[in-house]
């Protein structure tokens, strides 16, 4: 119901909508009208309550509600069920309980913070309060995990569509999925997988976009390494409108790749890359490679030439880029 009133005021912007109006529409007193505004209000939205005239929704809070991710939304089930939470350890986490539980395909768990945010490998992510977008979604594609790591190169490519319409900002994918700006981190993907031999259960997305964050917020771990979009534009961003923009690029290529296959995927991801034609260091499980970053094949994998002209496959590793000016190109 509160939601419902949200949206007859939304709709009625920027004019005032009858209190009357409300409750013959929805079937509700004035009472109740009444509290859900206070509850809206208690929310962070603005609402002015004028006699005679009705109620006018003047601001909007800067909050990842589920009603505000959907109003607008353009997609048909990618984040069409939404769990929000104010304050949570992981939203991986919580989207892994829920998979198991069978919510539909698209659902999206979205928390204001992270407690215990995580990246590879066990280590941390800073997910600091409304500033980033902290996010997983619960896919359920009909693969063989082998096939699996493309996905991870879809979700990037996603999130940079996403960043260049909302922020207008172009970042860079590291293989296979970094998402840097000024050869720092921007955003973050972790994907995780639940599988039998042959068959994906499900496989969630967790993806960690850095916002608002200025750039002295960042702690001095992170504070040569990390972006934000904030830092880089310089102007704050929209997080509902740019997660908007993620969930309806990552329903099209999530579609298109069920068609198509990896390849448009893969030649659009080339487009962002900011890997491939240089001079990386690879550390892969226990070992580790120097080479050329050549070419990324059809099941994701990186190709690297190594000094002595053979060829490296390299499916899952850390890639460093080393400095243009130690490859003799500037
Ligand atoms: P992912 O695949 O999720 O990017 P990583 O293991 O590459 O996983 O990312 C975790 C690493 O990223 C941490 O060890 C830390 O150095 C760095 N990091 C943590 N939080 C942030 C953040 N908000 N922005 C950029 N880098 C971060």
Redesign the pocket.
């Known amino acids: 119901m509160r939601d419902k009133i949200l949206e007859l005021l939304k709709q009625g912007q920027p004019e005032y909508v009858s209190g009357e109006a409300i409750c013959q529409r929805l079937g509700v007193s004035r009472t109740a009208v009444w509290k859900h505004i206070q509850s809206l209000r208690s929310m962070g939205y603005e609402i002015e309550a004028v006699t005679n005239a009705g109620y006018r929704l003047i601001g909007v809070p800067d909050r990842l509600y589920p009603a505000e991710i959907g109003w607008g939304l353009k997609t048909s089930f990618m984040g069409r069920h939404v769990h929000y939470c104010e304050r949570l350890d992981s939203t991986n986490r919580l989207a892994r309980e829920l998979a198991a539980r069978g919510v539909p395909e698209g659902t999206l768990v979205v928390a204001e913070e992270q407690t215990g945010g995580r990246?590879?490998?066990g280590?941390?992510?800073?997910?600091p309060y409304a500033k980033g977008i902290w996010c997983s979604l619960i896919l359920r594609p009909s693969l063989s995990p082998l096939d699996a790591p493309p996905l991870t190169m879809l979700a990037a490519v996603a999130v940079a569509e996403a960043l260049q319409r909302a922020a207008g900002l172009k970042p860079g994918i590291k293989w296979p999925n970094?998402l840097l700006a000024g050869g720092r981190?921007l955003c973050?993907?972790?994907t995780e997988l639940d599988a039998e031999v042959e068959k994906v259960n499900h496989l969630i997305v967790g993806i960690?976009v850095?916002v608002n964050i200025a750039p002295g917020e960042f702690p001095p771990d992170?504070a040569e390494?990390?972006t934000s979009v904030l830092a880089v534009t310089g102007r704050r961003a929209s997080r509902v409108r740019l997660l908007q923009e993620m969930l309806a690029a990552l329903e099209y290529w999530y579609l298109r790749w069920q068609k198509e296959g990896f390849s448009p995927v893969l030649s659009r991801w080339k487009e962002y890359s900011v890997t491939l034609g240089r001079a990386v260091l690879v550390t892969s499980h226990r070992e580790s490679y120097e080479g050329w970053a050549e070419d990324v094949d059809e099941s994701g994998s990186l190709i690297l030439r190594l000094p002595g002209g053979q060829r490296q496959k390299i499916c899952s590793g850390e890639v460093s880029l080393r400095p243009l000016h130690d490859q003799g190109l500037i």
């Open positions: 990246g590879r490998l280590r941390g992510w800073f997910s970094d981190k973050g993907i972790l960690g850095n992170l390494t990390a």
